[in-house]
């Protein structure tokens, strides 16, 4: 159904190029229900303004997005219909959001919506009826709203001031009954009737019954950003119904938990800060076993000056203990652990809580010619690097019980001086080695060497250092110009263009995770890119131009293989 994919794929492109917002945050959410799983918003105002700042107009840009042979000219004719003639204002920010339920039947279902504003929801009418595949379709009014059933899982809707295009599914796997021993199949569901009661929910529902009434969701809009997210976990007590054991207190854990991240497109680099809302009873036991800071010295004495990239993170093991006394279930998992002669307890004790991993040297090797076909198959290529995993000893006695049972079960070896990996896990590339200060992973044994050493020291921008300062819970660090440089230095193929583009464009991304400041927990992502001067949304659209025209491209190229003579009409349209 080509032209009902194209409208509601558009419908994302549209909002991101056109103009500003002037809406009020609270007059859409009161259209979204509770239970949304997640919600993605789109400023689109915020964005163009950025876009024409940087002198890319709203035409130049879709004039770059169909720039090719003219087969391109018939998709901007239908691209442009939908953008002047479609009743909708384009002017106003956008939302999706997605709902996943488990239903009593221990299936799942899961509605995708599109919710934008309307100028003129006659305009709308007439545009949905002029499309091939719509103008059989009738128009339902109902008290509230009027839609048009598009397909069985596939509806729009509105009324004078939104338009909500959605989308459900229902997975119908196989559930299992542990206790009787038997596989059910789900009964059969009407997925027509699931979606127009979904949608009519939308139209109806109370104020109260929205986001509308979520502070913490209203209240991500006093920051101006180009775009949001918001999560929450209140559907998951409903996937309890799928675990085959009940867990006590498990559903009071994990619902009320909320999550906001704000995404900016800044001079040079692109910007997500989240902010998470745990509830009181998670928020008490994080408080309760606070971790440590990362230990930076785990990355600073890594031997190599090509680094591709690293993730360190701490925290208290204590909170495992912490945790399973919360649920109830601490004795539970000392009978379940009883015949291993191990207990929780032997196993968080092992550790500090510390972790790192690092890779570096990343690049590709040649190895002996293989069977081939033309002259670019003559030799294959692996990737190749260096890494090491660190997990710093915490209590010596847990730690020995630990590996004593990977001894017992063949995964390691006892050493005079503590632990080394099996001759089985060496073949397949992990050199484990463990004294009584670390558990190191390894992707060699001269990489190990000359880490444990501390001889040398990693090679790490002071402006990267700086971001990590500040007693952090985690850090991650990924050098992606480094790595598309040698890893994509050679490549072929579809996306080459695209990929010459991303190339020219990345620079790095910085991660870091705040310490819990007992409310919340805040972290930030960051993209650096190549032009420090230009803002980043404008420096991304040759990218995103590249890769659509290459999609298009290579969409027309497989059905000519299909269909030498031509794609049939019928297929075209659907």
């Not at 909002?15 to 919600?39: D, G, Q, R, W």
């Not at 299992?176 to 699931?194: H, I, L, N, Y």
């Not at 198959?377 to 590996?403: A, E, H, Q, Y």
């Not at 480094?482 to 010459?500: E, I, Q």
Request: aromatic share 10%.
């Amino acid at each position: 159904m080509k032209s009902i994919l194209r409208f509601g794929c558009g419908v994302l492109l549209l909002a991101a190029v056109l103009t500003s917002c002037k809406n009020t945050v609270s007059k859409e959410a009161k259209y979204i229900p509770k239970e949304a799983t997640m919600v993605f918003v789109v400023d689109a105002g915020q964005m163009q303004d950025k876009l024409q700042k940087g002198g890319i107009s709203t035409d130049s840009l879709i004039a770059r997005l169909f720039k090719n042979e003219p087969a391109d000219s018939k998709d901007r004719a239908e691209f442009n219909e939908a953008r002047t003639n479609a009743g909708i204002d384009w002017e106003k920010k956008w939302f999706f959001f997605m709902i996943q339920k488990a239903l009593p039947d221990k299936s799942m279902s899961t509605t995708f919506s599109v919710l934008g504003s309307l100028k003129d929801a006659a305009k709308l009418e007439a545009y949905l009826k002029k499309q091939e595949d719509l103008k059989t379709k009738p128009i339902q009014k109902e008290t509230d709203y009027s839609y048009l059933l598009a397909k069985d899982n596939t509806l729009f809707a509105w009324n004078k001031e939104q338009v909500i295009i959605t989308f459900y599914s229902h997975a119908s796997n196989l559930i299992g009954d542990t206790a009787a021993v038997q596989m059910d199949q789900p009964k059969d569901v009407d997925e027509t009737a699931a979606l127009k009661a979904q949608v009519a929910k939308y139209f109806t529902q109370k104020t109260s019954e929205s986001l509308a009434d979520q502070s913490i969701f209203i209240d991500m809009f006093k920051e101006k950003a180009d775009g949001y997210v918001f999560t929450n976990t209140n559907n998951a007590p409903g996937y309890l119904r799928l675990l085959p054991m009940q867990v006590p207190k498990l559903e009071e854990f994990i619902k009320d938990n909320y999550s906001t991240t704000t995404l900016h497109f800044e001079e040079g680099k692109i910007v997500a800060r989240g902010t998470s809302y745990p509830n009181p009873i998670v928020s008490n036991l994080i408080k309760q076993y606070s971790g440590p800071a990362v230990n930076l010295s785990l990355l600073e004495k890594y031997p190599s000056a090509n680094l591709n990239g690293f993730m360190l993170f701490a925290v208290n093991p204590e909170i495992i203990g912490g945790l399973l006394k919360q649920l109830e279930i601490e004795g539970f998992a000392n009978i379940a652990m009883q015949k291993t002669g191990l207990t929780p307890e032997d196993i968080y004790k092992a550790f500090k809580g510390d972790f790192a991993v690092m890779v570096s040297d990343i690049g590709m090797m040649g190895i002996e010619p293989q069977l081939k076909t033309d002259e670019k198959s003559m030799i294959s290529k692996r990737p190749w690097g260096k890494m090491i995993v660190n997990l710093p000893v915490g209590d010596k006695t847990s730690f020995d019980k630990v590996m004593g049972k990977g001894v017992e079960m063949g995964g390691l070896v006892k050493t005079l001086g503590g632990y080394k990996g099996s001759q089985l896990l060496s073949s397949i590339g992990l050199f484990i080695q463990a004294d009584e200060k670390n558990l190191v992973i390894a992707s060699d044994s001269l990489t190990y060497t000359q880490y444990m050493a501390g001889a040398s020291k990693a090679v790490i921008g002071k402006d990267i250092m700086d971001k990590f300062s500040g007693g952090k819970s985690a850090i991650m660090y990924f050098d992606i110009a480094k790595t598309l440089n040698t890893l994509a230095k050679d490549s072929v193929g579809s996306y080459h263009n695209s990929l010459l583009t991303a190339r020219q464009t990345f620079k790095d991304a910085i991660g870091v995770v705040n310490s819990f400041d007992g409310k919340t927990l805040k972290s930030s992502f960051e993209v650096r890119l190549q032009d420090e001067k230009q803002n980043s949304l404008v420096t991304l659209t040759r990218l995103f131009t590249d890769i659509a025209v290459d999609m298009r491209v290579q969409a027309r190229i497989q059905d000519s293989k299909l269909f030498p003579g031509g794609v049939p009409a019928i297929i075209r349209t659907n």
